[in-house]
């Protein structure tokens, strides 16, 4: 089964937590990024000045394991409302990235790019303008930035992925 067959095939809590525990594993990446950089850009359209926090990605993290799998009507819209100041705080980085003010190595690019998917996808966003699943998108991010830094090989990833389908 390809990837994204399979990752659709999956309830829409267990993609969630698949997408958060690949995010997880790949946090180094930004973690060790962050640490001997400046994460911090000017945009090119009114020329203000952005720094980035470098607890954004666990800062995610956190807040997305914290709101997985609760559904009701009332706890949807209490997500919504503390999701939302994430979701506007990591679209500024994504949106620089898109505009070249910000420039990242792909591997960190892709981890930010996997959590922003992801935030989105819990925001009832999922599908992008290719009609792909916002989760697959996500989880497909982590696995490249994990396999091309060398956290994981494809193996490793193959056994989690085989986890989830029991």
């Given amino acids: 089964m390809q990837l994204p067959e399979l990752i659709n095939s999956f309830e829409k809590e267990n993609q969630i937590e698949l997408a958060i525990e690949l995010i997880e594993i790949g ?47 009332l706890s949807d819209k209490i997500n919504g409302a503390k999701i939302e100041p994430l979701h506007n705080e990591i679209r500024e980085p994504v949106v620089a990235r898109e505009d070249d003010d910000f420039e990242i190595p792909t591997e960190v690019e892709l981890i930010l790019y996997s959590t922003s998917n992801l935030i989105e996808y819990v925001m009832g966003k999922t599908h992008n303008s290719l009609n792909e699943n916002l989760a697959y998108i996500s989880i497909n991010q982590s696995i490249d930035a994990i396999t ?9 990833i193959r056994n989690i992925l085989e986890s989830k389908k029991a």
């Fill in 27 to 73: 946090l180094p990446i930004w973690d060790n990024y962050n640490s001997e950089n400046r994460i911090e850009y000017t945009d090119s359209v009114v020329g203000m000045y952005h720094k980035i926090d470098k607890n954004l990605i666990n800062k995610s993290i956190k807040l997305l394991k914290k709101i997985n799998g609760r559904n009701n009507f």
């Fill in 148 to 156: 091309k830094s060398g956290i994981l090989d494809f193996d490793e």
